[in-house]
């Protein structure tokens, strides 16, 4: 059975940073492509980014672009989420996703079977 666990949320001041990194086990890392996805107080689920199999291609959210990178390490299981330039808009609860073999970078929520419990995000004002 495949599991996600995330960790490095918290509390930052705009303006900060804050790295988020996701592992996967129980199964093959490399046959999944990988995305992040919010979801901030009373609204819905929001795409963040994405990442294929090989790394090779990213996709992300018009929001964050140029401020958050999304990155994976194959060897480790684990995708990353690195976040520069937080604002407090960014607050949310942050969750890693699992796409099994279509070698996108897919930001439909309903394309990923296998989801994590999620981190908070609090960007202070």
């Known amino acids: 059975q495949v599991q996600l666990v995330e960790s490095g949320g918290g509390l930052v001041q705009a303006g900060g940073s804050l790295s988020l990194s996701c592992v996967l086990s129980?199964?093959?890392?490399?046959?999944?492509?990988m995305g992040w996805f919010r979801q901030p107080p009373g609204k819905e689920r929001e795409f963040v980014a994405a990442?294929?199999?090989?790394?090779?291609?990213?996709s992300y959210a018009d929001s964050v672009k140029g401020r958050f990178t999304i990155s994976r390490e194959n060897t480790k299981s684990t995708v990353y989420l690195q976040m520069n330039s937080l604002r407090p808009g960014d607050t949310a609860v942050y969750s890693c996703?699992?796409?099994?073999?279509?070698?996108?970078?897919?930001?439909?929520?309903?394309?990923?079977?296998?989801w994590g419990q999620g981190t908070q995000v609090t960007v202070s004002s």
């Open positions: 996703a699992a796409n099994r073999g279509v070698g996108m970078p897919v930001s439909s929520a309903s394309a990923y079977g296998y």
């Open positions: 129980g199964g093959p890392f490399i046959y999944y492509d």
């Open positions: 990442i294929e199999w090989s790394g090779g291609r990213t």
